[in-house]
């Protein structure tokens, strides 16, 4: 490769004194030089090209850097260890345009999220593609506009940390609420978990958006989550396996816990909804209500449940490192002091008020 004449003065001259508007000058020569050859270069051509720009970027101003992030940004080949340096800018202006840039690495995009500033991460939150390693960070440590950016965002993918996480923020934030809603993916403990806390406002909204599948929810915690489920293929194909373990006797505490500990959520309200004899609807609402868990816990001590599987329950689609200690010890001293009998009486209750709404609707 040779260079032209003219940028060798000028790289000579920029190098030899301390005029920053020289060295940036020089640093858009060279980038325009890249612009033009981009996609003809070897690697051996990019390493130069990224040590001549890591030699001048860090020593213009910002009204320059930007410039130069933008014009590098949209590159596919661009050099890639002055496209982190850039990144890791403080100025939103510099690093904005590389945090969209194909070329960042994702371990760089992760640590970025994790040590830069809000504005940092809403640029990284609009990138066409979120890896949930990606989007766990951004919605540990993002702001309301952050965790509404990556909600949004259709190219993103989440954790089952990040659903639980998205389905807890909604709680106290109604934007983000509808942003969830209208994510196809969402899995349906989340999504009848969103469904249930949301209030009647929000619900309203829910409506507006995404009518269709409001009414799935309204029937899944409402009516006949059972039909519902025969319309689904994984719902079936739960139901269908866990029907069969019912009859040949084989449902028992310890599958419970496997299906639990699983995080399978149709398999666990199934199973409930057989061992205590309930609406699927009633066991579900039962189980996204965790926050208040004494409905859970009387339907376990009702059925001879343990502990271990009890407390799996109660884990289910819940963040482990969001519950504290003090919690899951006062459910377990409610669990202990709980009476089987008084556990059996309150759960044949549950059966005559679910019997008698049933009796009236039909009415």
Known sequence: MTWPPSLIDELEQAFSNGD??????ALRLVADLFSIGSGQFSNEHIELFDQIMQSIVGKIDISARAAFSKCLSS??????????????DDAIEVAGPVLQSARIEQADLVLNAQTMSQPHLLAISERAVLPEQVTDVLLERGDPAVARSTARN???VFSDNGYATLVERSRHDDDLALSVWGRPELPRLNLVKLFVEASGAVQELFEAQAPRQLLIVRELVARASTELLKQCRTGSDALTHVTELHRGGALHDERLMEFAELGDFDRTAIAMSLMCDLPIELVEQVLVRNVNPEQL???AKATNLTWRTTKAILMLGARPDRVEASEMERAFATFTRLQVKTAM???QFYR?????KLSSGAA
């Open 154 to 156: 259709a190219g993103a």
């Open 297 to 299: 816990l009387v339907l």
């Open 75 to 88: 590159l596919p080949d661009a050099p890639g260890g002055v496209i982190r340096l850039l990144a890791f």
């Open 352 to 356: 005559l008020r679910e019997r008698a």
């Open 20 to 25: 920053i508007g020289r060295r940036a000058k």
């Open 345 to 347: 009486a309150a759960m």
